[in-house]
């Protein structure tokens, strides 16, 4: 398993303004995602992070609006950009693992971040 | 593209007894996982089952099992003998077998369990 911590666990903002999340991980892991979760709604993967690279974004999803960066294998933050009451959501920062038998093809997720945009 | 279907919204079940949670999804791959997350009010997605689509035994661990139908494209949860605590969303979700993570997420059944 894997230990996930985000910050920041919540926050309010204002309308056009950014905000970037981290998320740390207790080892160093190959994959690594950021989720969204809308209210009352379910998960959507907006990317992959990247150690080294770019992100890859799923669609719908642009960089402009969701830079990521991930500087390691345990480190990688999400920027929500010129943020509108649409973006309130949480933010999951996800990891897979590699088992003995070679991929689980499960996710560990960390807590998630609430952004209320006002 | 992968689709995952949660056709209960909201599920209620009193402590002890039995409940099921439906799950259908459409995939053209045949090599796959599928998955039980539970979501608490804490927000914490939190790993209940996991079933290998090449594995013909349903997963089972502790109270809560599965009935997974390939053919049917089905992939049930059971939670016996509920507690309290079993209160919460629960997902089902997909991942192709080459897809590395990218889960696909059913729209999630909330599910109360009554004293």
């Known amino acids: 398993s894997a230990v996930i911590s985000q910050k920041p666990s919540r926050d309010i903002c204002q309308r056009g303004t950014s905000l970037t999340i981290q998320c740390q991980v207790d080892s160093q892991v190959t994959m690594m995602f950021w989720y969204r979760q809308q209210p009352g709604q379910s998960l959507t993967l907006i990317a992959t992070a990247n150690q080294g690279s770019e992100a890859t974004y799923e669609s719908g999803f642009v960089i402009d609006k969701f830079p990521i960066s991930r500087p390691n294998l345990t480190f990688s933050t999400l920027t929500v950009s010129n943020m509108s009451p649409e973006d309130s959501s949480i933010y999951l920062c996800s990891v897979g693992l590699f088992g003995t038998g070679g991929y689980t093809g499960e996710l560990f997720f960390g807590e998630g971040s609430r952004l209320t945009v006002l | 593209a992968q689709t995952v279907t949660q056709s209960q919204p909201e599920m209620s079940v009193q402590e002890a007894e039995t409940v099921t949670l439906s799950c259908t999804y459409d995939?053209?791959?045949?090599?796959?996982?599928l998955f039980w997350y539970k979501q608490p009010p804490s927000r914490q997605m939190i790993l209940v089952i996991r079933q290998e689509a090449y594995k013909q035994q349903n997963a089972t661990e502790n109270r809560f099992s599965v009935n997974f139908q390939k053919a049917a494209k089905s992939f049930s949860l059971k939670i016996s003998d509920s507690q309290l605590g079993d209160t919460a969303m629960y997902f089902c979700a997909f991942a192709g077998g080459t897809s590395y993570g990218k889960l696909t997420f059913g729209q999630g059944t909330i599910l109360t369990v009554h004293p």
């Open positions: 995939t053209s791959e045949n090599n796959y996982y």
